[in-house]
């Protein structure tokens, strides 16, 4: 493995009896346990450069190279250029292997030699090019797949622990761990909350890499990303079963821009159409520019928001600023947790690294 802080190893979950005793001291001796910032990036020139310009106040980059299938094929390759750098900075790589489908996942949890074929591929990209682990992306995870998620990633997880090789998931907030009393409330728990078993996967892997986000999106009317509330809820809910050690703090850098939609043009029937993008903070704050927005700070949600008129129409805007960063930055921090995790590289204000240290 790359040159890692002793404390950061302990924390990523390597069982090693001498670092956990020394970590002990230094944590009884009142030492500062350092607060990993992870970053997802993608291939875009956006997200290469950020990484680019910010590596030395990046602990872990997280490149979202790979696809899983239901059959248990792994796709993707390494970007030759991010990984030289990334060697070369010392740091933590753990690429996300991604599978978005409930259908696909129910195959794959279900499929014991498809299992057995993408966890043979997680070592092989791992040896191959040098990576430190795989951080497992699986979502629109049925609650019924519950206990087969679990099962899958400790599966994983104890074979990869053979090869010394850490193991991160990406778990979406499900607090108060029942489904709600709207038709949303219901479908987003059926589908979304209800699959992860925190303590379950807590309990196989190294790093859990809590996702505070989308709170609001293009499924519900405007709203933060992540609220202040109800970040501190679902933290609160993780770490009733999740030790703070294995618990990353997700803090999202997009945002989205609520719009009236097309209502049918060129269509017999028509119909109320109000929509959503997800947005970058560059681009929001051009549209905010061009349109005379005045940016606005919810008190409650911590959370900034403006809104602007196009054809007369308002369109509504909640992102993540360099305020909102640092209260959520802080917020881990207090909370003694491992780290943070931000999705994604060349989406963020540029004004959040100042809030970060440099490795330097």
Not at 9 to 27: E, F, M, N, R, W
Not at 78 to 93: G, N, R, S, W
Not at 122 to 133: Q, S, V, W
Request: glycine share 8%; aromatic share 12%.
């Amino acid at each position: 493995m790359r040159r890692i802080s002793l404390i950061a190893v302990c924390v990523l979950g390597l069982t090693c009896g001498v670092a956990t005793v020394q970590i002990a001291v230094a944590q009884v001796a009142g030492a500062e346990v350092k607060t990993r910032t992870e970053f997802w990036m993608g291939n875009g020139l956006a997200s290469v450069e950020s990484f680019m310009a910010h590596k030395d106040k990046i602990d872990i980059i997280s490149p979202t190279w790979y696809q899983i299938d239901a059959t248990g094929l792994v796709t993707g390759e390494p970007q030759p250029v991010v990984l030289k750098a990334a060697k070369a900075a010392h740091l933590t790589i753990i690429p996300l292997f991604a599978l978005f489908d409930h259908v696909k996942a129910h195959q794959l949890m279900n499929d014991e030699k498809a299992q057995d074929a993408m966890n043979q591929a997680f070592i092989r990209e791992c040896k191959e090019n040098g990576y430190d682990g795989i951080n497992y992306d699986v979502e629109d995870v049925m609650w019924t797949d519950r206990d087969a998620l679990s099962a899958m990633v400790k599966k994983t997880a104890d074979l990869l622990h053979k090869e010394h090789l850490l193991v991160q998931i990406d778990v979406v907030p499900n607090a108060p761990g029942h489904a709600g009393e709207t038709a949303f409330g219901k479908w987003i728990f059926e589908e979304w909350r209800g699959g992860y078993d925190l303590k379950a996967l807590s309990d196989a892997v190294d790093t859990l890499c809590l996702m505070t986000y989308d709170q609001n999106t293009h499924w519900t009317t405007p709203g933060p990303v992540g609220g202040w509330i109800w970040t501190k809820q679902n933290l609160d809910y993780a770490l009733k079963v999740v030790p703070k050690e294995k618990l990353s703090l997700g803090i999202s850098l997009y945002g989205y821009r609520w719009y009236t939609g097309d209502p049918g043009l060129d269509k017999a029937e028509k119909k109320p159409n109000p929509t959503a993008d997800y947005i970058s903070y560059p681009t929001t704050m051009n549209l905010r520019d061009t349109y005379g927005g005045r940016e606005q700070w919810d008190e409650e949600d911590h959370a900034p928001w403006f809104y602007i008129y196009r054809d007369q129409m308002r369109e509504w805007f909640f992102y993540t600023n360099k305020r909102a960063f640092n209260d959520r930055y802080i917020l881990a921090k207090g909370s003694g947790l491992s780290g943070i995790c931000m999705w994604v590289l060349g989406e963020e204000d540029p004004a959040i690294w100042s809030v970060l240290p440099s490795h330097k």
